[in-house]
């Protein structure tokens, strides 16, 4: 006999095996130095490298290298700076992940990047805007500044042009009044005036001011070139005035013709020098001052920072000035001899408070005590320091939160080393009432459920291991060994759906001619079925050797039965008495499946036998009276070669995947086309018809089978 699974069930040591296991913990990604550099390959090629440039040094010494020893140089410099780079990134890494390994400085670390560092920039942005306003600012009102006073040169030589015009004789006068006004009125003291006949019938040449940098230049008076006595509307502009050194001056010149332009009486010619007097004079007015002035990439002589004539004092000017009040403008000038036009770059400096106090005196409004300018360098200090106060709430308060979150996730992750070193009785403390503490009570609920399903799995383990050994008790009740019984070769199978079941199969001998043959299948599976399969055992072997009708056997059987099941419980069962001595069968079916009986002669085919009958056990008002009515008792003749089969509704309910039984007619088919072979090669071929129906599908109720072949009627010999 055999008894088998169709899909065995894992055992315990394999189930264990199937479970995760716990996380190992995280390899150190470290490596000491000593191992970098011998075992792997960007160590080796630093060490050889090195040594290299070490011997290649020492040849040196002693004289030139060869040129094949200046290649493997280049080489080993270029591995060895491979070597480094790897050693470099190797190390970044090292440090990124060593730093922001925890979750702390993260949070610290997005909360600057999000939070501070835009701050910063939007502060950088106000501060470059500003900038680039207040140096256009300035240079704006340098350029207005220096523009006043060039239209002040051209009226003062316009006004003295037009007065030689109309009084020739009283040159002199004019030239000296017009100078002095524009010396003391406009507080020009550099202003120098000539006129300048148009022929020698006119007025004489008249000079007035200091005309100290036409001195300079070792020229006593300007003189005019073709290009503006072509020019009758005459010329204002800047001229780059050489001084006989390497460095040029500026002066603002303007020069205007006395008379008609047909007949004229000559020209005023006016120079006003921007020497340090006059940027003074510049800086008092405009708050710009220019430290220097170049020309054509020539640095003049002008003002440098903290130079102040010693006649003209600077009017609060200061020698400090930041980089932050520094710029630069353009001027368009003309070369006095050729009329090529150049180009004048002075540099810039201002103080921004002072820019800022001029562009809001401009405005001339007072806001009670304060005029506009005060009000607004108030409000705007007002304002920077409450964004220093609010910025540095809002740092404390994020490190306050980072600490609050990276302390909770510091105990999540104790927590989670304590579970993976196996200990479930670990629990967090909950100390907020916020996501994090939600995340902290189901880390809770999940210690606590692992631990109880540990315990689970140790009672399954123990209720496994008692169902192992009720299954190997069940098993032993089985018929077990060869049956001696002339004339009948016998075969059975039984595949439990759990580890114990309710199915039940027994044959034993009624003296040396007859065999009793019994299939029962209790109602449900499991432990409880498995009980009363080993009841039912007791009692067919009892009733066996009283009545030899399978019918009267199944009456009393009944009537036992049913005092003692529960009422939720009932056995269908089918017993046969084969008599081998006088060919025949004598069978009772009460509810069980039917009997699959293939004659010999395998012309009628595979027949079905359902005698009539009802469950056994049932507890019931009128069952017993019922059940005797209802059973039948059946005789067929039995021949050499007949085949037998009894069954359990396991085998012709066994569902595939799609639900579909394998049903009598596949069985009975199985029986008609293998009923040649051997009872035993007739089992192991049903069995693998089942197994390549059933497929992957689960098995759903115990499966149990006997196989009955006639091989003599009158005498032989078989083997279970």
Not at 148 to 155: D, G, H, K, S
Not at 413 to 421: D, I, K, L, N, P
Not at 684 to 708: K, W, Y
Request: hydrophobic fraction near 45%.
């Amino acid at each position: 006999m055999d008894s088998r699974r169709l899909a065995d069930t894992p055992s315990p040591a394999r189930r264990r095996q199937a479970q995760p296991s716990l996380p190992a913990p995280p390899d150190d990604a470290s490596r000491s130095l000593r191992d970098l550099l011998l075992n792997s390959w960007p160590g080796r090629l630093f060490i050889i490298a090195a040594g290299f440039k070490l011997v290649i040094s020492l040849i040196r010494v002693f004289g030139d290298l060869p040129s094949f020893l200046r290649t493997l140089n280049t080489a080993a410099t270029i591995g060895l700076a491979f070597s480094v780079l790897f050693f470099m990134t190797r190390l970044v890494f090292q440090v990124q992940r060593r730093l922001l390994w925890r979750v702390r400085r993260k949070l610290i670390l997005s909360y600057i990047l999000m939070g501070v560092v835009p701050s910063l920039l939007i502060l950088s942005f106000f501060l470059l805007f500003s900038m680039f306003v207040s140096w256009g600012v300035s240079a704006y009102l340098f350029r207005d500044g220096f523009e006043e006073m060039t239209r002040n040169v051209q009226l003062l030589a316009e006004a003295a042009a037009l007065e030689i015009g109309r009084v020739p004789a009283a040159t002199e006068q004019t030239v000296n009044r017009v100078q002095g006004n524009g010396s003391e009125s406009l507080r020009y003291p550099t202003l120098s005036m000539v006129f300048l006949p148009a022929s020698e019938k006119g007025p004489p040449v008249v000079a007035r001011g200091p005309w100290e940098h036409l001195r300079d230049a070792k020229v006593a008076l300007p003189d005019l070139p073709d290009w503006i006595k072509a020019n009758p509307k005459g010329f204002t502009g800047i001229i780059p005035l050489e001084t006989g050194t390497a460095e040029p001056e500026l002066i603002i010149r303007a020069v205007r013709l006395a008379g008609p332009p047909r007949s004229p009486v000559g020209w005023v010619v006016t120079d006003l020098p921007l020497d340090n007097a006059m940027l003074a004079r510049l800086y008092e007015r405009t708050g710009v001052k220019a430290s220097r002035v170049t020309i054509g990439g020539v640095r003049s002589a002008g003002a440098t920072p903290g130079e102040t004539d010693a006649s003209q004092p600077s009017a609060g000017t200061s020698n400090t000035f930041s980089p932050f009040g520094s710029t630069v403008t353009g001027f368009d000038c003309v070369d006095w001899a050729s009329s090529e036009p150049r180009r004048a770059i002075v540099a810039l400096q201002f103080k921004v408070g002072d820019l800022f106090s001029r562009l809001s005196d401009a405005q001339s409004m007072q806001m009670g005590p304060l005029s506009f300018g005060q009000a607004i360098r108030i409000i705007l200090a007002i304002v920077a320091v409450l964004f220093l106060i609010i910025e540095l709430v809002a740092l404390v308060m994020g490190l306050a939160l980072a600490r609050s979150i990276t302390s909770s996730v510091h105990e999540l992750f104790m927590g989670t080393e304590r579970v993976r070193q196996g200990d479930f009785t670990h629990r967090i403390t909950i100390t907020t009432k916020d996501q994090l503490g939600e995340l902290a009570g189901s880390f809770n609920q999940m210690t606590g459920s692992i631990e109880n399903l540990l315990l689970t799995a140790a009672e399954k383990k123990r209720m496994e291991e008692e169902l192992r050994i009720a299954r190997h008790i069940q098993m032993s009740l089985l018929p077990r060994g060869p049956l001696d019984m002339p004339g009948l070769g016998v075969t059975a199978l039984c595949v439990p759906a759990r580890e114990v079941g309710g199915d039940y199969y027994d044959f034993f001998p009624l003296g040396r001619e007859r065999l009793g043959v019994l299939i029962a299948d209790v109602a449900g599976k499991g432990t409880s079925a498995a009980l009363y399969m080993a009841e039912l055992k007791g009692l067919v072997l009892s009733l066996s050797q009283i009545y030899h009708s399978p019918r009267q056997l199944l009456i009393e059987a009944n009537r036992i039965l049913s005092e003692n099941l529960d009422s939720r419980s009932f056995i269908t069962m089918t017993y046969a008495v084969i008599d081998v001595a006088n060919g025949t069968m004598t069978y009772s079916r009460a509810g069980h499946t039917p009997l699959i009986y293939l004659p010999a002669n395998g012309n009628s085919g595979a027949q079905v036998l359902v005698p009539n009958g009802m469950v056994l056990g049932l507890r019931i008002d009128g069952a017993a009276e019922m059940f005797s009515k209802l059973l039948e008792e059946k005789q067929i003749s039995l021949h050499t070669g007949d085949i037998i089969v009894f069954y359990t509704d396991g085998i012709t309910e066994a569902m595939n995947a799609t639900s579909e039984l394998f049903g009598e007619s596949r069985l009975s088919r199985i029986v008609e086309e293998h009923g040649h072979l051997e009872s035993g090669e007739l089992r192991e071929r049903i069995l693998r018809e089942i197994e390549a129906f059933v497929g992957s599908a689960d098995q759903h109720d115990d499966m149990t089978m006997i196989l009955i072949k006639i091989t003599e009627v009158e005498s032989a010999r078989i083997a279970v």
